[in-house]
């Protein structure tokens, strides 16, 4: 294998493709972890916390004389079980936990090629460049293989998120003006 300039140019390109992808799927997956995790916060727990709390108080509170609450106590337990039942099935904070995993995983590699041009200036060191190219791919394989799928709304996300900055640095905007 010929370690010249146009094979360092050329895995130059696939660190750039590294950084493009890892960047994109790091931020759909943390959109993704930022819904599940909001949405299990206050669709399932919150609800099922209140209605635990007024549940637990009029057991307690022996409601159970007054006419109007006789009922209550049955529906709020039916009400808690049921979104118990459905916290579970949906398992939204796990969903959440995964996404936020990967998310961290590529941002961890989308660091590491946002730094290439730092450890790799030019084609003297193409023979090391190469292996760490490689070393690249075989991590965002593996991440990639242990990914939960992302889902179209969080992909859709991702432009919106960069238009806003939310993978650039200041030192990056000052150096562009």
Request: with cysteine; hydrophobic share 45%.
């Given at each position: 294998m010929t370690f010249d300039e146009p094979h360092f140019h050329r895995v130059c390109d696939e660190v750039l493709r590294h950084l493009e992808d890892t960047e994109i799927s790091k931020?759909?997956?943390?959109?993704?972890?930022?819904?599940?995790?909001?949405?299990?916060?206050?669709?399932?727990?919150?609800?099922?916390?209140?209605?635990?709390?007024?549940?637990?108080?009029?057991?307690a509170a022996d409601t159970k004389t007054v006419v109007s609450f006789q009922q209550l106590p049955v529906f709020l337990s039916l009400?808690?079980?049921m979104l118990t039942g459905?916290?579970?099935f949906l398992n939204l904070n796990e969903a959440?936990?995964?996404?936020?995993?990967?998310?961290?995983?590529?941002?961890?590699?989308?660091?590491?090629?946002?730094?290439?041009?730092t450890e790799?200036?030019?084609?003297?060191?193409?023979?090391?460049?190469?292996?760490?190219?490689?070393?690249?791919?075989?991590?965002?394989?593996e991440i990639n293989k242990d990914a939960p799928q992302i889902p179209?709304?969080?992909?859709?996300?991702?432009?919106?998120?960069r238009s806003e900055g939310s993978v650039s640095y200041n030192s990056e905007n000052i150096a562009s003006s």
């Open positions: 931020l759909a997956h943390w959109h993704a972890a930022q819904v599940y995790s909001t949405l299990n916060r206050w669709l399932i727990g919150v609800p099922a916390t209140l209605m635990s709390i007024a549940l637990t108080w009029m057991l009400a808690v079980s459905i916290g579970t959440a936990t995964r996404h936020r995993s990967t998310a961290e995983n590529l941002h961890g590699l989308w660091r590491d090629c946002k730094n290439w041009e790799f200036p030019d084609s003297s060191v193409c023979e090391k460049a190469v292996q760490t190219a490689l070393a690249y791919r075989r991590r965002l394989n179209k709304w969080a992909w859709r996300s991702v432009k919106r998120q």
